[in-house]
C-alpha cells in the first residue's frame, strides 16, 4: 500500500535551519511529484512547493523562494524539504503529499512532521 | 487573506444537506480543477474530491462537489457526528501555484 513516513519531530531556534524527510513506498517513487504543504497552530494549509521525483525539477511558492530547498534520493525513494534561516512563524505541521497527475491533487500524505521553532 | 475565499464556518443538524462554497478566479478555479480534502482533529488532510467532482475509492457518495464558472462548491448529505472537520478547498494557478481556501470548519449540532 502507498505510504508517506516522515521523519520525527524537530526543534530550532530562530536562524537555523531544518531537513525534513518523506519516505515513499507501495509505488513507482519517481512516477509520481512529491508537495510540502504546511499549517501553522489553527492555521490552514499552505502550499511550498513541489519536486519531481523522476527530473529532480522544482517550483517554490514565491514566498519560500530564497529560503527552501526540495530534494530527493531516488535511490532510497526520499523526499526532503529543507528550510533555512527559520522564524518564530515558521513553527508548524509539516506535510509531504503524493500528486499523480500534477493537477495538484494529493491523493497520499505524509503523517506531518511538527517543528518548533524557539529560542 | 487566501485568494480561494471559503466561509470560516458552517454547521448542521444529523441528516441534513450542507453546502461549502470556494470562490476563486479566472487564473485559478476557471481554469483548473478543484480538489477538496477533509481534515479531522488533529489527523493529516485526506483527499475527498478530486477533477472537480470526482470521489476517490472508499469515500461516501454523501460527498459530492460541483463548480462553475470561477466558483465550486462541496455539498454533504445525511449529515453525520464523523463529517465534524475541517474542509479545504484547493486549486492550482496561472502563477505556477498551489492555492488552498481558508478552510471551513463544519460543526454537526
Known amino acids: 500500500q502507498v505510504q508517506l513516513v516522515q521523519s520525527g519531530a524537530e526543534v530550532r531556534k530562530p536562524g537555523a535551519s531544518v531537513k525534513v524527510s518523506c519516505k515513499a513506498s507501495?509505488?513507482?517513487?519517481?512516477?509520481?511529484?512529491i508537495h510540502w504543504v504546511r499549517q501553522a497552530p489553527g492555521q490552514g494549509l499552505e502550499w511550498m512547493g513541489w519536486?519531481?521525483?523522476?527530473?529532480?525539477?522544482?517550483n517554490y511558492a514565491q514566498k519560500f523562494q530564497t529560503r527552501v530547498t526540495m530534494a530527493r534520493d531516488t535511490s532510497s525513494n526520499t523526499a526532503y524539504m529543507e528550510l533555512k534561516s527559520l522564524r518564530s512563524d515558521d513553527a508548524a505541521v509539516y506535510y509531504c503529499?503524493?500528486?499523480?497527475?500534477?493537477?495538484?491533487?494529493?491523493?497520499?500524505w505524509g503523517q506531518g512532521t511538527l517543528v518548533t521553532v524557539s529560542s | 487573506q487566501s485568494i480561494l475565499t471559503q466561509p470560516p464556518s458552517a454547521s448542521g443538524t444529523p441528516g441534513q444537506r450542507v453546502t461549502i462554497s470556494c470562490s476563486g478566479s479566472s487564473s485559478n478555479i476557471g481554469r483548473h480543477t478543484v480538489n477538496w480534502y477533509q481534515q479531522l482533529p488533529g489527523t493529516a488532510p485526506k483527499l475527498l474530491i478530486y477533477s472537480d467532482n470526482q470521489r476517490p475509492s472508499g469515500v461516501s457518495d454523501r460527498f459530492s462537489a460541483s463548480k462553475s464558472g470561477t466558483s465550486a462548491s462541496l455539498a454533504i448529505s445525511g449529515l453525520q457526528s464523523e463529517d465534524e472537520a475541517d474542509y479545504y478547498c484547493?486549486?492550482?494557478?496561472?502563477?505556477?501555484?498551489?492555492?488552498f481556501g481558508g478552510g471551513t470548519k463544519l460543526t454537526v449540532l
Open positions: 484547493a486549486a492550482w494557478d496561472d502563477s505556477l501555484t498551489g492555492l
Open positions: 503529499a503524493r500528486d499523480p497527475n500534477g493537477n495538484f491533487f494529493l491523493d497520499y
Open positions: 507501495g509505488y513507482t517513487f519517481t512516477d509520481f511529484y
Open positions: 519536486i519531481n521525483p523522476n527530473t529532480g525539477l522544482t
